[in-house]
């Protein structure tokens, strides 16, 4: 221990067992990371009990370690609200070959379904037209979004896994969202983190962090039956979505003792799979309205750019983004203002690294605070102000920014980042080419401060009134 404590960084002092839990304010953890890392810079050491996690803060200290020095940097750190259940078989908590060779096919079969094509993009709007169905339904009364979010969203990563989108009131789609929604608000709590620094603990204590797990299981018996009529009806010559490709590797690869691809890895591949294709983008879209009600100019003027370019008559596409720029900019401030994920997913070095004067043993966790980046002053002028100007040149043209990392960055950057990237995109023009959000108070009563932030920052629960335009 004295030894990995001298080739670190400098961090607070730790305390036998507890670690710097008493420096952590564990329902805000983002905050207590932010208020250490104006004290020790870029890169410090903080002890999450009695192990050691390098904590790397602001835009050029993140490039030198998740890209820069990608493969050092690759590894997955153990998370265990999520290890608890996936036990490593999945494609998002794994690490060695056998990641490698599912991250592979991810990627593969993401695309060949659609990820960044047209077909993707014909699955998104017929999803956005059957929201907007729903959303004139509720007939102005005030109602909570969330649920609206959650459902469209999730059937678009459900009718890749899967092949096919559900009805809205289907139970299978419901027991998906609400079970992930469940985990994300748990997670990103006092609960969520007491149990990722202490499990062997928080496993024998009562408290919301033992749903997490009754929730999983819910999921499992979702993919597991459509595993079954999945079976029933598989032919390799022609798959239908990821879940048949994954059936047809496995057949494959039945006699490689060191296979990637068997039940359990199908099982834990398809959860992170729906987990991160409804969560990030369906939270993005409920804090996205949320800070647009808040600011109802800005909203008039993304208003005025889609009937300028979209009009009322026709379903707005990917390529209307070139002649979008305040819309764009304003999607990427969301992004980067609401901060859905501000401590990525763990990361560890997967070799002895030499990193900023230090050397950093192998093995070592590392906590990406993807918060420090994205409020970085050097990289954006007013970093607590919501600004699309972050995102604009003086002349009203779209300017990209390297410092927004929403998807995280590197080897571990999130295999659907094309999918969510175009879901934003279309999500938010559809719903606004056709509604107004109106807030139940006034804007400036709107409270845009998360909630809860620890995996996600989550919005504030919220009613608003969805008027046709």
């Not at 410090?44 to 009990?49: A, E, F, H, P, S």
């Not at 499990?199 to 929730?215: D, R």
């Not at 070095?349 to 420090?372: A, D, N, Q």
Request: aromatic residues 10%; charged residues 25%.
């Amino acid at each position: 221990m004295l030894t990995e404590k001298r080739e670190l960084p400098p961090g607070p002092m730790p305390l036998p067992l507890i670690g710097n839990l008493l420096q952590l304010k564990l329902g805000d953890i983002v905050r207590s990371l932010m208020e250490l890392h104006k004290k020790y810079g870029p890169v410090y050491t903080i002890y999450l009990g009695n192990k050691p996690c390098l904590v790397i803060c602001g835009y050029d200290a993140m490039k030198e370690a998740l890209i820069d020095q990608a493969e050092e940097f690759a590894d997955r750190g153990d998370y265990p609200v999520f290890l608890s259940c996936t036990k490593g078989h999945g494609v998002g908590f794994s690490n060695g070959e056998k990641w490698k060779d599912r991250r592979r096919f991810a990627l593969l079969t993401l695309r060949n379904f659609g990820m960044g094509k047209r077909s993707a993009e014909e699955r998104i709007q017929e999803e956005a037209q059957y929201l907007v169905k729903e959303f004139k339904n509720t007939k102005m009364a005030p109602v909570d979004p969330t649920v609206f979010f959650s459902r469209t969203v999730s059937n678009i990563i459900c009718s890749i896994v899967f092949g096919s989108r559900f009805d809205y009131e289907d139970k299978r789609l419901l027991t998906i969202v609400n079970t992930i929604n469940d985990n994300f608000r748990i997670m990103s709590n006092t609960w969520g983190t007491m149990y990722n620094i202490y499990p062997e603990i928080m496993n024998y204590l009562p408290g919301q962090h033992q749903h997490i797990f009754t929730n999983f299981n819910s999921l499992s018996e979702v993919i597991l039956g459509e595993l079954k009529s999945h079976l029933e009806t598989h032919d390799p010559s022609c798959p239908r979505d990821i879940m048949d490709c994954f059936i047809t590797k496995m057949a494959e690869e039945k006699d490689n003792p060191s296979t990637a691809f068997y039940d359990l890895a199908l099982l834990m591949s398809m959860q992170n799979l729906l987990f991160g294709g409804t969560e990030t983008v369906s939270t993005t879209l409920r804090y996205g309205f949320l800070i647009l009600m808040k600011y109802p100019k800005i909203a008039e003027k993304m208003h005025a750019e889609i009937d300028r370019v979209v009009g009322p008559n026709r379903s707005p596409n990917f390529e209307d983004r070139s002649k979008m720029p305040y819309t764009e900019a304003v999607i990427h401030e969301i992004q980067r203002f609401a901060d859905v994920i501000p401590l990525s997913l763990p990361r560890a070095v997967t070799r002895e690294t030499k990193f900023r004067g230090y050397t950093i043993p192998k093995g070592t966790h590392v906590i990406p605070l993807l918060t420090s980046v994205h409020y970085d002053p050097t990289k954006f002028k007013n970093p607590y102000s919501f600004d699309p100007g972050h995102f604009l040149y003086e002349d009203g043209s779209f300017k990209k920014n390297d410092a927004l990392m929403p998807f995280a960055a590197g080897k571990r950057i999130c295999p659907g980042e094309s999918l969510a990237k175009m879901e934003l995109f279309l999500y938010f023009t559809t719903i606004m080419q056709n509604f107004t959000f109106k807030p139940l108070v006034l804007p400036e009563k709107i409270d845009i401060e998360p909630v809860g932030s620890g995996l996600g920052n989550v919005p504030v629960s919220y009613k608003c009134c969805i008027v046709p335009r």
